[in-house]
Structure formats: C-alpha cells, structure tokens
C-alpha cells in the first residue's frame, strides 16, 4: 500500500512538531521535511541533532514515518571547485540526517540550470553533475537511502527524458527519479502517460500537488532554482481535484507499473498562500482526495 506523507512546504507557520500533529489529524501516513535554516516548518541544517532527534521521538508516538528530507542543495553541478566540495559536503551531511530519522529517500535538484550558461559549458556543467551523484549514490545506498533526482524546473531534469538520460548516465545504487508531474506540465514537457512510461524503472518517490493555468502559453523562463518569481509565473497552485490534472488516472498509471512507494502532498502554501486554503482545511481535504484515488 502505498505511503501517503504531507510535506513541510505547506506548513510554513507550523514548528516540525506541530506538523507532524497536523499530518497525523489529516489521515497521513507521515511526513517529508524541509531540511533549512530559517524556515519555521524544517529541520535546520545546522541542527546539532536534537531537532531531528525530537522529530523522530514525536513521529514514532504518533505513529507517522518520516518518508523524506528535502534539501535545497543548488549548485550540484557548479564549476566552481570550493561550491562543489560544499554542496556534496551538505548532501552528505543529509545523508546522516536521514538516516537518523530512519528517513528512506532525499530530494535531489539535478544542479542548476537557467538557460543563461554559455552553451560549451553546459556538457562540463553536466558532467559535474554526473560524478557528483556517482559519488553519493554508494554512501547513500550505505545509509539505506535513495537520492531521488526531481523533475523541476531551473535545473538539467526539467523533463522526464533529461532525468531519465541523467538517471542512466549516473547508473549508480542509490540514485532514482522524483516524479512531479505538475512541474513537467507546467514547463509544457511531459504528459503523465510519456512520464511514467519514460520513468517507470528508477521513480524512487512521487510529489503530489495541482496547478490552474495563468498564461498557458507562456514558456517559464526562471532566475532561481528553489521558487518561481511572482512575476515569472505561468500558474496557480490548487489543491489537487481543483486543478488541470487529473491524479485518479495518474495514480493509477503509476501503479500499474509496481510503484507502491510514497506520494507527498507537496502543498505549495509557503511559495503561493494566496492560492491556497489554509494548512489546517488544505492537508486534510487534500489527503481525503489522494487517499480517494487509491479506493477507486
């Protein structure tokens, strides 16, 4: 049976703890955290240890796994060899952090990606990205962790078959794909039947949410990897039932292929407030939905 989780990105004004309360009364089955500093809802990365460690106790009370870390690792792929050296040192230093939490999987952002490179950069660009992840994807097969590369805008996997073609080139243990449809729909890649079909041997993880279009015609150009600038945005996010897709049939295409892994309502109330319920009425109506599609 798959493991439905809610993601800390829909609980800025909430601590960890009360997070992990909102979840457990929302029907979920656990939780993906943000791993930040200064951000309300995460786990900092400069913990010493006792907010992970507090976060696990509380989890295990409530009966709640903690199902994935979310870093906000950027420059993967960075030529510069002192940022290289930092960000592999963060991911490593996740890698910890999830194996504390008994945590199985961590959100990877395939470096960064904005479309202002010189073009005979790019393949030095990807090749940074390749040697670092087959360097990680051992240590995170040792920590009982799999970094799973998300399909996302501003960086080199913004559609399915740039993940794949990543995925295969790495071909290393503990390296697999993060399935986000509503990222590969709104930068107009994928639809659900080419993605999962593309995707289907490495998906590790699934992120959940749903979009309305505001300029679909628009092609999403971004100068950040993390978020969307107000002014760059081609959509609204909406809970999913309210929006362009339909994840009965993409939860059900997922399935057919043997995923029965977790899928993380990745609710975008940090970025988007204004388009979204409240945490307290979006998590609990968004379970009852995802749960749904599953019954059908």
Known sequence: MATLLGHTLGTPQLTPIEALDLFAASGLDGAEFIWLDDYRGAIPESDEGQVAAAVKAHADRLGLVIGGLTPYVTELNSLDDDVYQREIGRLERALQVARGLECPRIRVYAGKLLGDEPADEVPRLRQRLVDALRRLGPMAEDHG???CVENHFGTMTVSAADTVSLISEVDAPGVAILYDQANLTFTHREDYEEAIALQAPWIGHVH??????????????TTAVASIDK??????????GDGVLDWRQIVTAI???????????????????EDLPEPAVGFPESARRLRACFEA
Do not use: C, F, Q
């Not at 399935?255 to 407030?273: H, I, K, M």
């Open 145 to 147: 962790v799999v970094l």
């Open 231 to 240: 002014s760059e945005r081609v959509h609204a996010s909406r809970m999913i």
């Open 255 to 273: 399935a057919a292929t043997g995923y029965d892994g977790s899928y993380s309502l990745e609710y975008e109330y940090r970025w988007n407030p």
């Open 208 to 221: 959940v949410k749903d979009l309305e279009w505001i300029h679909p015609d628009r092609v999403l150009k």
